[in-house]
């Protein structure tokens, strides 16, 4: 099955500086790469995602990019704040089935 | 997404108790997943469900059981619950008609197993 792993896995950044986490995973046939943010105590909620036909796709102060080769994807959050704080998940699969790395503690410096 | 509920929030039971946990959605979504949290882990599957009369082993299965009651619900069962099934636990929906994968997760149960 599908394996995906998250590097590094906690980051910490200066209020205003960017943020880059990075993903790789295994299985070829993902076409489907979610990013969940999860703060603490809640639930994870989708703050971008991309499809393996897609490059780069791009929200705000928050990117994704692609790699189907060298298969790995990264989030990019630029600007950072306070509120960027959480834990950042990154997913792979397709048909409805994602398997998740284990997340990055992201942790904004004010 | 308050579309996905999940009963309850929290609870404490004892080893060798057996517990329901169950999870509702108004979303419509013909899909359901369950995940196991646990801290520096990520999320785990522990079984999935296609539609009410399809259910599927996840990556963690062993000691849990489902039922899909109907399409907007799913419930996970432990039938004899023990300290490492400790965790914090999540209910999931998607929607196959939709052109993403996305999956929407409810609030979250914490259990505690002493």
């Known amino acids: 099955g599908e394996n995906v792993e998250q590097h590094p896995s906690t980051l910490s950044v200066q209020e205003g500086d960017s943020a880059v986490i990075k993903c790789t995973y295994s299985?070829?046939?993902?076409?489907?790469f979610p990013w969940y943010k999860q703060e603490l105590g809640k639930r994870p909620q989708l703050i971008i995602d991309i499809r393996s036909n897609v490059g780069e796709k791009k929200d705000q102060r928050i990117a994704v990019t692609l790699n189907k080769t060298a298969k790995h994807f990264s989030l990019h959050i630029t600007e950072t704040q306070p509120e960027d704080s959480a834990v950042y998940f990154c997913a792979a699969g397709g048909n409805n089935r994602l398997a998740f790395g284990k997340g990055n503690q992201v942790v904004v410096i004010p | 997404d308050a579309d996905v509920t999940q009963t309850p929030r929290n609870r404490i039971t004892k080893t060798g108790k057996r517990i329901m946990l169950e999870c509702s959605q108004t979303k419509g979504h013909d899909r359901m997943y369950w995940y196991r949290q646990d801290p520096g882990l990520g999320l785990q599957l522990i079984y999935y469900s296609f539609d009410v009369k399809d259910i599927n082993k996840g990556e963690i299965s062993d000691g849990y059981s489902v039922s899909r009651q109907a399409q907007a619900k799913f419930s996970l069962s432990l039938e004899s619950a023990i300290p490492n099934q400790t965790a914090l636990y999540f209910c999931?929906?998607?929607?196959?008609?939709?052109?993403?994968?996305?999956?929407?997760f409810g609030p979250g149960t914490r259990l505690t197993v002493l």
């Open positions: 299985d070829s046939a993902s076409n489907y």
């Open positions: 999931a929906t998607s929607d196959s008609r939709e052109p993403t994968d996305t999956q929407y």
